[in-house]
């Protein structure tokens, strides 16, 4: 079944502590991005990555890390997580066209962290 | 932003066919209205898209008028499932996400 799985679904955690949530995607896509989703807010992109070893912040990159050192991977790392962090995560991925990204992308189920 | 306006929330009876209106009015010639859906917190799922024509799929119906400045979703027989909100959505690099609507699907 295609698809894109994120881990953990839930996190709870304490203002300093690393942390990364994993995506993974077994569609063979090159696009995958991040999302946050914050009530009032809607959905942001933090980073992108066009493929393997290609990454781009999005609008909300602050704070964040990715790195994308193969095609089905793509984690999302908060070196010194902080409470403004707390969010809803989305992973997302898609093929890449010749003009960039199909806008008709596949998204993870979302991890729900907090900060404390 | 997003460049869409749609209305905040609506309900619809299960059975009948739900129909969610999107404004589109600065849409440029080449850009593709796309719909998404979102029920409660899991991630959003794709519904369909279209340019000009109107478009059919096994999930919904997507009608664009003439003038290309509005759409409008069709779900043909709404289900409870169907309680989401939906997005109308004009990609410009990127999925830009406004408010959606709320659909809510009343028994």
């Known amino acids: 079944e295609a698809q894109v799985t994120q881990n953990p679904r839930y996190l709870i955690t304490v203002t300093g502590k690393k942390l990364t949530v994993t995506c993974s995607q077994n569609?063979?896509?090159?696009?995958m991005s991040w999302y946050r989703q914050d009530p009032g807010l809607g959905l942001r992109q933090i980073y992108y990555?066009?493929?393997?070893?290609?990454?781009d912040k999005g609008d909300v990159p602050e704070g964040y890390k990715v790195s994308r050192k193969e095609k089905r991977n793509f984690p999302l790392i908060l070196e010194s997580p902080s409470p403004n962090q707390t969010s809803l995560y989305f992973c997302?991925?898609?093929?890449?066209?010749?003009?960039?990204?199909?806008?008709?992308?596949?998204f993870g189920p979302g991890t729900r962290l907090t900060v404390t | 932003d997003a460049k869409t306006t749609q209305p905040p929330s609506m309900d619809c009876a299960e059975g009948r066919a739900a129909n969610l209106p999107c404004n589109h009015s600065?849409?440029?010639?080449?850009?593709?209205v796309y719909w998404y859906r979102q029920i409660h917190s899991q991630g959003p799922q794709y519904i369909i898209h279209?340019?000009?024509?109107?478009e059919t799929n096994e999930m919904a119906s997507l009608i664009i008028t003439e003038d290309r400045k509005s759409s409008t979703l069709i779900l043909p027989h709404a289900t409870l499932r169907d309680t989401a909100v939906y997005y109308c959505?004009?990609?410009?690099?990127?999925?830009?996400w406004g408010a959606g609507t709320k659909l809510i699907i009343k028994p």
């Open positions: 997302a991925s898609s093929l890449l066209g010749l003009s960039g990204p199909s806008y008709e992308q596949y």
């Open positions: 569609m063979n896509h090159e696009y």
């Open positions: 990555s066009m493929n393997v070893e290609v990454t």
């Open positions: 600065t849409i440029s010639g080449n850009e593709y």
């Open positions: 279209g340019l000009k024509n109107n």
């Open positions: 959505i004009l990609p410009n690099y990127q999925l830009i």
